[in-house]
């Protein structure tokens, strides 16, 4: 007699096959992004947004199986109360998964509480200041932290470029201070002296910099370590250098990358050859995946386009989005991800090598000493140096609010 | 007459000597409906309900008394600082006496440079408040230790309302509540003071300085007056955000929130008291709705609203109202 | 530093705030309207002058001068067509509508541009340093300086000596007077709004190089326009000259001598001033 006992592997196996098929269906992952598309910051926005596009156009398979889909929301200004309300409708209105983006460290100060609060870990694609890492364990950075640079030069202008004295010219916010006390630290530290530390107005408008300028050509330092906001001050920067003549009377002018930001770079023309900066990327990194990158930049953005460091960062958070998508298989616990997060390497990152620093969750990445150059007809970085592996030295020495 | 005849006559005298109107009680049951029916937009709604209250203290002032400032974030600013810095500082923290030190701190501030600048008038009154408030903006910079500088202070934490009510990180509710509670106690406090013989007064002072001066009222004493009143009521307003959002920075003191709350107003349609609700409303919500669904091309929107308004309004969109109002009674007064 | 520098430098600021704000003042004195739009104005001109330059490769003096002409057109059109409405409404009403103006100007460059800084490339006449015998200094500089003391004398001289000029001083100083003389003052205002839009697109082009020239420009720069025309006296052309002398001299002096107070000086400077006169420097006393 034909019983259900003789039906069952029938039923088993459809059971089986159906289990699998509920499996196999793409599980979205929703991605909160919020950046300040419009307002000041608006360039920085489309930079980063880029980079988010090119990661998953060139790399469609990192993310296995999950589909991904992007909420952009506009955070307006670095003001903080805007991104604040931003990142809350994210969280309660568009349930997202994970929140992104964060251009601005006051933005990023402001929002941190609600991804605690939350529970949605925030990958932050910009934001420089320390100690940022430390408001929640629902934060890692891929961008940098105001130290990487800013140390790792005040180190190399003592041994490498082999100056004694140096002047720090700063825009006056918390960057600004940082950078400069990363820089003093660590050029002290191997036997330099800082002989003047020049506040240049705010990151709000572009000051004339000229008096700045001179009060530092008057003190006749080896070195000129200049901290300004990427984007047009760092214009303004290399044209009062060159104005004033700071070349011509012996004085290096040094800074983080910020101040040659790629898209920047063509217009400051032949007044920023001479120019050494420190920074995690620039346009001319010799590797293949960044030459990938680039020409697939140029291909759809355009031929005098060009990705810089926060289009990079863009990219980079996107792959750290795709590897928790993916090691998570699509279902985004908190906890799991930011675990999956901690000691992640990305060895195909067009700045190279780059990993998430399992006790901070901040980058640990290279950074490159550049001279600027011109070669066949436009401005070219010449790297003339690579540090390796470099660590957040705030929160490595528990420097002020980095060690809390 | 009945308990209840009696009881309901004692209303209705309250009512006409108030003038209070049977729409009046409707924003403050809008308020309520948004909270039960709106509860994902709870932040928002606390931003907004907090700049309806800044608004409405510069109504006092621009309003009422005719004088014309792109300062007074100094006040919001000033407010919000002393309750952060109370917090983080000195370990003060529960909220209510918080914002009454905002009101003093603000207050003063109001006082010590209304006596000086209300001297003057027009374009230089106007660059008078403007420097003051950058002046304060600066020094809030270059104390950054106290006060976080252009990062602000975060990480505040405020002990619960009257404590039975602790702060909602995540959801608003608690914050929702209480700064509509806030704003109807101070609005209360303001409609009371612009229908008093003073704010007639002040009225007066507006419409003809000549002729209020020429009967003998005190006229500088009458506006910073005012204008202490307004300083403190903005200082409130300005506590109410840094307890509210748990954070405060640079940006309370800025030419974009002083200037933002002055559109507004005249959006709104001034010295109407209820234009500080519907000029922030409109121009808030406008602007959450435009940037998500067009995000450069909100400030065109904005733009173009304002540009009708001003050319087609004699005084904002409570003005169009008023207007219309007028046009429609017209007819049946034949 | 020597004082030859300081006050060259910021001689050369105050002058490139002097050529946009000198319309901005004339306006506001004649017809006491707030045109908080003016940055505006300024800012479109500065982008005319670098896309003429960019996709016609034309001289620098010939897209400045392209720049006033088309900037002084749409200042008389906007004239006519919208602000001539609001001379009777309240003070308010015009902050309202010159402020939804500029708005839409922002955002109107932003869709079309892009919020990215516009570069300016300089002749090559222009870069580089001048030997002036007593010092060597950028030329840049010293050609605004030379600018912007040419225009003040040009102006003055215009104001003083011709017929126009007297009528714009009379309706200044008495509109009702001049009108019940005959003077056309819709006229008069008119052409005194169009050209100082084409002088405030001539500014910004001109100092792209030490302002900066990209969508948020006007509001940036708004403040700074405004304590120049309310330092030198609303309507004064010899004012606006001064104060944006003294304020881009002082601002400079006090730069270099006490960075850390840094942008707060303009500031103290323009109160201790107001206090002093609240009609500005050169202004008439009202009332």
Known sequence: MMTTRSRLPQVLAAGVLAAFAVGAQAQTV???????????????????????????????????????????????????????????????????????????????????????AAKKPMIIMNAGTAWITNLSPMIARVSFSMWHAGHAMGDAAAKTLKAKTAVVGYSDFPPGKDSLEAFKTAFEAAGGKVIDEIPMGGPAQVPDFTPFFQRAKDKKPDVFFVFVPAGD??????????????????????????????????????????????????????????????????????????????????????????????????????????????????ADSPRGPIMIDPVTRDVVMNEYLSELVMKDGRLYQKTIGTIQSVKDMCKELKVGRCGK | ????????????????????????????????????????????????????????????????????????????????????????????????????????????????????????QGLTL???????????????????EYTG???????????????????????????????????????VVVRILVYSPFGQSLTGIRENLLRMHAVGAPVRARLVIVYTI?????????????????????????LDRAAGVLIMLILGGYGKLYGAFVGAIAYMVLEHVLAKAYPTAWQLGIGLLLVAVALYARNGILGIADALRRRLRAPLAR | MDLISIALGGLAAGMVLFIVSVGLSVTMGLMGFVNLAHGGFAM???????????????????????????????????????????????????????IGLVFVMIASITIIFGPETQTVVLPAWLRGQTDLGFIRYRTYSLAIIAAGVLLVIALWLGFERTRIGAKIRAAVDNR????????????????????????????????????????????????????????????????????????????????????????????????????????????????
């Open chain 3, 44 to 98: 479109l001109g500065g982008y005319v002058i670098v896309q003429t330059m960019k996709t016609w490769g034309l001289p620098f003096f010939v897209a400045l001068a392209i720049g006033f002409v088309a900037i002084a057109a749409l200042s008389a059109v906007f004239e006519r067509l919208l602000y001539a409405r609001l001379y009777r409404a309240s003070e308010l009403d015009q902050v309202l509508f010159t």
């Open chain 1, 30 to 116: 929703k991605v909160g992004v919020k950046l300040t598309y419009t307002g000041i910051g608006a360039e920085f926005a489309q930079q980063i947004d880029r980079g988010m596009q090119m990661f998953m156009k060139l790399n469609p398979e990192a993310f296995g199986s999950c589909k991904i889909e992007i909420v952009k929301r506009d955070g307006k200004n670095p003001g903080g109360a805007d991104s604040k309300i931003a990142v809350q409708e994210l969280i309660t209105q568009d349930k997202v998964d994970l929140v992104t983006g964060i251009i601005y460290s006051g933005n990023a100060i402001a929002t941190a509480p609600l991804v605690d």
């Open chain 2, 230 to 254: 307004s300083a403190a009521l903005a200082g409130v307003a300005g506590g109410l955000f840094t307890q509210a959002n748990a954070y405060v920075n640079l940006a309370t003191l800025g």
């Open chain 2, 149 to 187: 500088g252009f990062d602000g202070m975060p990480g505040l934490s405020f002990q619960p309302i009257l404590g039975l009510f602790p702060f909602d990180v995540l959801y608003f509710r608690s914050q929702y509540l209480y700064a509509l509670a806030v704003l109807f106690l101070c609005f």
């Open chain 3, 176 to 287: 009702r007077m001049a009108e019940s003389l005959g003077v056309d003052v819709g006229r008069l205002f008119t052409i005194t709004f169009a050209f100082g839009g084409g002088l405030a697109a001539v500014g910004a082009g001109l100092g792209a190089e030490i302002l900066g020239l990209d969508p948020q420009y006007p509001l940036r720069y708004l403040v700074y326009f405004l304590i120049v025309v309310a330092v030198g006296g609303m309507g004064r052309v010899t004012g606006v000259f001064f104060a944006a002398a003294l304020i881009g001299i002082a601002d400079f002096a006090l730069k270099i001598q006490f960075p850390k107070g840094g942008t707060m000086f303009i500031y103290a400077l323009t109160l201790v001033l107001l206090l002093w006169r609240p009609q500005g420097l050169f202004g008439r006393r009202t009332g």
């Open chain 1, 233 to 346: 001050h760092a214009v303004g920067v290399v044209k009062t250098y060159a104005a004033l003549g700071m070349r011509q009377a012996g004085i290096k002018l040094i800074g983080p990358g910020d101040i040659t930001q790629d898209f920047k770079l063509q217009a400051m023309g032949k007044d920023a050859v001479g120019l050494i900066t420190m920074h995690h990327y620039h346009a001319d990194l010799d590797n293949p995946a960044n030459k990938r990158l680039v020409a697939a930049w140029r291909k759809e953005y355009g031929a005098d386009t060009t990705p810089d460091f926060m289009g990079i960062q863009g990219y980079d958070g996107m792959a750290a989005i795709a590897h928790v998508a993916r090691t998570l298989n699509c279902k985004i616990d908190p906890d799991k991800a930011m675990a999956a997060l901690k000691g992640w390497k990305f």
């Open chain 2, 126 to 144: 106007l660059m008078l408040t403007l420097c003051t408030m950058t002046l304060l903006e600066e020094s809030a910079n270059m104390g950054h």
């Open chain 2, 1 to 120: 007459m009945s308990a209840r005849e009696l009881g309901l006559a004692a209303a209705r005298a309250l009512a006409d000597r108030h003038r209070l109107k049977w729409w009046e009680a409707l924003p403050w049951l809008a308020g309520l409906a948004v909270f039960f029916f709106l509860p994902s937009y709870l932040a928002l709604s606390t931003q907004l309900v907090i700049v309806i209250l800044f608004a409405l203290s510069l109504d006092l002032v621009l309003g009422y008394a005719g004088i014309v400032t792109l300062g007074h974030a100094a006040f919001f600013g000033a407010g919000a600082y002393t309750v952060g810095m109370l917090a983080a500082h000195a370990g003060w923290n529960e909220p209510l006496s918080g914002l009454a030190a905002a009101a003093l701190v603000a207050g003063a501030i109001g006082l010590a440079s209304g006596l000086v600048l209300l001297r003057t």
